[in-house]
């Protein structure tokens, strides 16, 4: 009789169960539908406000671009870009030059000898710099090389700026490259006799270099782009480049789209479009060029 009263009472607390599950199962496909509309929603609008800003950039910089932009310098409101063109590829090509030998050789450390404290305290120094705005950055080099050093707007401080902005990205980046290296590969080396630095050197770091490349490449886009530390750092200059480290200023694109875009000159407006079209073509063609060393990486694998 007891058993017949069990078995009633489990029956009738079963539907009940498989209702309340199939209510909570409702409950949960509503909220991720809600959610992904909403994921679509802020997507959509984020891609029609990047579209419109780059469709305005490449209508406005096309019809401003003139054989005058690459063959004059900068005259007040008018004139070419051609210094600042100049001064834009030295900029970054100098703090890749100061940047990706540090960045390099701490991102190997860390992951060949991750588990060191020295390789927490890279990651954790790494961290904090790329959370710092690049405005600090760019006040840290006024006072210390500007103002303390007597340098003035010149390129070496800029350069050396920019080189910090871009360290940890470097870093971090060829950590990760470096983290994709089979294991099994280095014991082989390891078993052969290589000593930690020729297998870190020899054998881990040319396997990853696709990925270290991109790292430098995607580093050397975000130079470029780069305004607020220029500011303070390189100055601006409507001549070209004179070969001095200090005590000379540097003109440089972004510096063109800041201070020409609301100006009440033609002129200057067409130079701010034309600086920011050459300035999205560079960091476009960059990453397709970086995207491109990273598929062919994929592809040998």
């Known amino acids: 009789m007891s058993g017949a009263v069990a078995r009633g009472g489990m029956s009738a607390g079963s539907p009940a169960r498989e209702a309340a599950r199939l209510a909570r199962m409702r409950r949960r496909r509503a909220w991720s539908v809600a959610g992904w509309v909403l994921c679509g929603i802020g997507f959509g609008m984020l891609g029609l406000a990047m579209g419109w800003i780059l469709l305005m950039v490449l209508v406005r910089g096309i019809t401003a671009l003139t054989p005058t932009v690459f063959l004059e310098v900068t005259q007040g409101t008018g004139g070419g870009l051609l210094n600042a063109i100049e001064g834009t590829l030295v900029i970054g090509v100098g703090s890749m030059i100061l940047a990706v030998p540090f960045g390099v050789a701490a991102g ?6 991750s588990h060191t404290m020295f390789a927490r305290a890279i990651r954790f120094m790494a961290d904090v710099l790329v959370g710092v705005p690049s405005i600090v950055l760019g006040y ?30 470097i870093c971090r980046t060829t950590e990760l490259a470096l983290s994709q290296v089979p294991a099994a590969m280095q014991e082989a080396a390891f078993a052969l006799g290589a000593g930690e630095g020729l297998v870190a050197w020899r054998i881990a770091l040319p396997v990853a270099m696709p990925g270290v490349l991109t790292g430098i490449l995607l580093a050397f886009a975000i130079s470029v782009g780069e305004t607020a530390p220029l500011i303070y750092t390189a100055g601006w200059s409507s001549y070209m480049w004179n070969g001095a480290l200090v005590g000379s200023p540097v003109g440089y694109l972004t ?24 300035v999205t073509v560079i960091v476009l063609l960059i990453s397709v060029t970086a995207r491109l060393v990273l598929l062919r990486r994929e592809g040998a694998r």
Not at 140 to 169: D, H, N, Q, R
Not at 255 to 278: Q, R, T
């Open 108 to 113: 190997l450390y860390a992951a060949q000898f």
């Open 140 to 169: 840290f080099g006024y006072v210390t090389m500007v103002e303390g050093l007597g340098w003035k707007f010149s390129l070496a401080a800029a350069c050396i700026t920019i080189a910090i902005l871009c360290l940890p990205y």
């Open 255 to 278: 510096y063109a789209i800041w201070a020409f875009i609301n100006e009440p000159f033609a002129s200057a407006n067409a130079l701010a479009y034309a600086a920011a079209f050459l």
